[in-house]
Each structure stands twice: as C-alpha cells, then as structure tokens.
C-alpha cells in the first residue's frame, strides 16, 4: 500500500475499488458530494494576486566623503558667486549714475562675478559627472537632507548592478541584504561608474533610516531589484499543490462532482503561495485540502500517467 493509501486507509480505499469517473482527454477525476466529505476535500476560489518581478542584484556601499566634499565646495562657491554678484550689480549701477568709481574697480567687480558664476557651475557639472543625475538635480534642500543624512550615518548610499543592466530600466525600489533581513532602499537614478566585470552601468540607491548604520563603506552585499511592472496573476496556496512526474499539479473544481488537475507552470513562491500568471485565473475553485486522496483516486485504477 503506497503512502497516500495509508493515509486515507479503508475511505481510498473503497473509493478506488468504486472507480472514481475518469475523463478521457484532459487529466480529471469525479467524485460524488459524499465521496469528497470522506476523503476531506475542500476547494476555495481563487482571488487575483499582483506579483512584481525582482532582479537579482549586486550592491557596494559607497563612501560618501567626496559628495560631502564637493556638495560642500559647491555651497561655499554658491555664496561667493551670490556676494561677487551683488558687488557687480552694485557696481554697474554706480557708473551708470555718474558716481566716481573707477572703472577698472568696476571691470575687476564683473570679472570676479563670473568667474565665481563659472566655478559654480564648474562644480555642477562635477557632481553630475561623478554621482550622476539624481544628485545633480536634487534642490538645495534636498541635498543638505542627504548629505546631513550622510555625516550622521541615517543615509547610505549604495552602487547596484546587473549583469547587462537587468532589471534596472525604469527601476525605482531596491531591497537589500543586511544580515537576515532585507532593507529597502530608493532608486536616486543611474551611476557615472560602471561595473565592468558585469558590464553594469549601474544604479545609485539611498538607504535611509536606522539599517543605513550597518553598511559599512565598501560592504558588497546581495539585492534584488523590483521592476516597475507588476504581473496579473494568482497566488495557489501550498496545500493546493501536488507533485507528479517530476511537476507541480493543482486540481481545479469543475463541477459538483468533478475536479480537473492542471500544471502549475513557471510558479514563483512568495508569502501567499505559489504566484502563477497562467493556467489558473481569478474565481477558479481549486481544491485546498484533499489534494492527495483526489491524485490517489485518479491514479488508482493503473491508468496511464498524462
């Protein structure tokens, strides 16, 4: 007696010696109400289920001292180019109103306001060279935020690469490994530096909050990356499913009396289950409990395995 007659003992028994209805073309079985109450069976139905694709991913945390370096050297220029302005216009308007101001002191005013306005964006340029986009173009504001996050260890930066930049086109979220746990981390935009070794040009990803403290500079941690597109599916509970040749089975109510057994193709395991976009939809009636006794009841009778 195999294992799954034990189980069920004398009820499978003389439900296979009764011979359950089998259906010639697709792989079913049939059972009367009372049938399925002896053997447990139990169907629920399905609810849709939104499933979002994850990129395998490689992190290094990134010292942050030359962004605070430079983010520092841009905000002294800022000031010297506002104050060099102001003295500029200040001396403009004194030639024009016929004050006695030499004219190379004013020629010297100008000169120094645009050369501070070309240090300044000198050093834009520079930090949207080296650190990309998403720190480029950040305001003022945003960026003090960041780079006091930085000093305080609240904020992490993080370098995340692909192989040939999977997943990372229109990526947004990014979680990553720290010990047992998964820390998420927000996509700031793409990176000046590549990893050549995976032919990655890379994402810049902020880490913010108590976890960032544990990514040391120069850690290299696994991530996952989420697509910005999730999948329509449903999710098939773990009791649901049945193996068979080397496969993954569920059976689906047809019926009152008649259930349907269908392959779970391609299933992704997440905390509801087994996440499927095909072969099963929203509504379907799949059975929950007394998987087992249904492919024991449809085996029994020595027919030939589809």
Same mark, same amino acid.
Request: charged share 25%.
């Given at each position: 007696?195999?294992?799954?007659?034990?189980?069920?003992?004398?009820? *499978? +028994?003389a439900l296979l010696?009764?011979?359950?209805? +089998?259906?010639?073309?697709?792989?079913?079985?049939?059972?009367?109400?009372?049938?399925?109450?002896?053997?447990?069976?139990?169907?629920?139905?399905? *609810?849709?289920?939104?499933?979002?694709?994850?990129?395998?991913?490689?992190?290094?945390?990134?010292?942050?001292?030359?962004?605070?370096?430079?983010?520092?050297?841009? #905000?002294?220029?800022?000031?010297?180019?506002? #104050?060099?302005?102001?003295?500029?216009?200040?001396?403009?308007?004194?030639?024009?109103?016929?004050?006695?101001?030499? *004219?190379?002191?004013?020629? *010297?005013?100008?000169?120094?306001?645009?050369?501070?306005?070309?240090?300044?964006?000198?050093?834009?340029?520079?930090?949207?060279?080296?650190?990309?986009?998403?720190?480029?173009?950040?305001?003022?504001?945003?960026?003090?935020?960041?780079?006091? =996050?930085?000093?305080?260890?609240?904020?992490?930066?993080?370098?995340?690469?692909?192989?040939?930049?999977?997943?990372?086109?229109?990526?947004?979220?990014?979680?990553?490994?720290?010990?047992?746990?998964?820390?998420?981390?927000?996509?700031? =935009?793409?990176?000046? #530096?590549?990893?050549?070794?995976?032919?990655?040009?890379? +994402?810049?990803?902020?880490?913010?909050?108590?976890?960032?403290?544990?990514?040391?500079?120069?850690?290299?941690?696994?991530?996952?990356?989420?697509?910005?597109?999730?999948v329509t599916g449903?999710?098939?509970?773990?009791?649901?499913?049945?193996?068979?040749?080397?496969?993954?089975?569920?059976?689906?109510?047809?019926?009152?009396?008649?259930?349907?057994?269908?392959?779970?193709?391609?299933?992704?395991?997440?905390?509801?289950?087994?996440?499927?976009?095909?072969?099963?939809?929203?509504?379907?009636?799949?059975?929950?409990?007394?998987?087992?006794?249904?492919?024991?009841?449809?085996?029994?009778?020595?027919?030939?395995?589809?």
């Amino acid at each position: 007696m195999t294992p799954i007659l034990r189980r069920w003992g004398a009820a *499978a +028994l003389a439900l296979l010696a009764a011979g359950p209805a +089998l259906a010639d073309s697709a792989p079913t079985v049939a059972l009367s109400p009372d049938q399925q109450r002896r053997l447990g069976v139990a169907a629920k139905p399905l *609810a849709a289920a939104h499933h979002v694709k994850k990129t395998d991913a490689f992190a290094k945390v990134l010292d942050p001292e030359p962004l605070v370096q430079l983010a520092s050297d841009l #905000a002294t220029a800022e000031a010297a180019a506002r #104050a060099s302005s102001a003295e500029a216009k200040r001396a403009r308007a004194l030639q024009v109103g016929g004050a006695a101001m030499a *004219a190379k002191d004013a020629e *010297a005013a100008i000169a120094q306001a645009e050369s501070d306005a070309l240090h300044v964006d000198m050093l834009r340029r520079r930090l949207d060279l080296e650190w990309g986009p998403g720190v480029a173009r950040m305001s003022p504001a945003k960026r003090r935020r960041l780079i006091d =996050g930085l000093t305080a260890g609240k904020i992490a930066l993080v370098h995340v690469d692909t192989h040939n930049n999977e997943g990372q086109a229109g990526a947004r979220k990014v979680e990553i490994s720290v010990g047992p746990d998964n820390v998420p981390g927000t996509v700031l =935009g793409p990176t000046r #530096a590549a990893e050549p070794r995976l032919q990655s040009s890379g +994402l810049l990803v902020e880490v913010d909050g108590p976890s960032a403290i544990l990514l040391s500079v120069g850690l290299t941690q696994s991530a996952e990356i989420d697509s910005p597109d999730s999948v329509t599916g449903v999710d098939l509970p773990r009791g649901a499913i049945v193996r068979m040749d080397g496969g993954d089975w569920a059976y689906v109510r047809t019926s009152d009396s008649a259930f349907e057994r269908r392959r779970v193709d391609q299933p992704e395991g997440d905390d509801d289950g087994l996440f499927v976009a095909s072969g099963f939809k929203p509504g379907d009636q799949v059975v929950v409990q007394g998987a087992a006794a249904l492919l024991a009841a449809e085996t029994g009778r020595g027919r030939s395995r589809p």
